[in-house]
């Protein structure tokens, strides 16, 4: 979830293939007007409105709104307002994410802690669930028209995804290969 909303991909496409199949459909079934998302240990709610009320919340609107969320500026306040354990998670997180690693947005992130860094390591896009549990014990709400995001531990990226990404498909290798 650290990522442009460009380089979100299915789990069973291609890593160079963007996800576009789909994207148009309904998030929900029956179809609703405005989701909400929450997140365990994230103090903010993510609000999702269909563009087309008659479509409802499409799933390019849900993976948009995560991705614009994650992008805002988190405030002084709202860090304090942390636990000290979490906000160890939430600094190492800032300054890996801003790191030259592959597969990690770097200075692209740009200054100032991002509500993404809250997440700490739990950075991949899990899904979403109706867990009416977990919304009340999140945020003390009631179904319908809420949903958990799952977040799941950050993966290293492989080296030869790590090559695709900075070089667009080509590595030095595979280009080594082909002149041969």
């Known amino acids: 979830m650290l990522r442009e909303s460009s380089l979100v991909h299915r789990s069973g496409d291609r890593v160079q293939v963007s996800w576009s199949i789909g994207r148009n459909e309904p ?5 609703i007007d405005v989701l909400k998302i929450v997140i365990e240990r994230y103090p903010w709610l993510i609000k999702v409105e269909a ?10 609107e849900v993976i948009e709104a995560i ?4 992008g805002k500026l988190a405030t002084k306040v709202e860090y304090q307002a942390l636990p000290a354990n979490l906000q160890k998670v939430v600094s190492e997180a800032y300054h890996f994410n801003r790191s030259r690693r592959p597969g990690v947005p770097g200075g692209k992130m740009g200054e100032g802690l991002k509500r993404a860094d809250f997440l700490g390591q739990m950075t991949t896009f899990g899904g979403l669930e109706a867990n009416p549990d977990g919304v009340r ?5 009631t179904m319908p028209g809420y949903v958990m995001l799952k977040c799941e531990k950050r993966e290293s990226m492989m080296w030869e995804e790590a090559q695709h990404t900075q070089t667009g498909g080509n590595s030095g290798r595979a280009a080594e290969s082909n002149s041969e």
Do not use: F, I, K, Y
């Open 27 to 31: 998030a929900t079934s029956p179809r």
């Open 51 to 60: 563009q087309n009320l008659e479509a409802g919340v499409s799933c390019g």
């Open 67 to 70: 991705a614009s969320d994650m």
């Open 137 to 141: 014990m999140v945020c003390g709400a």
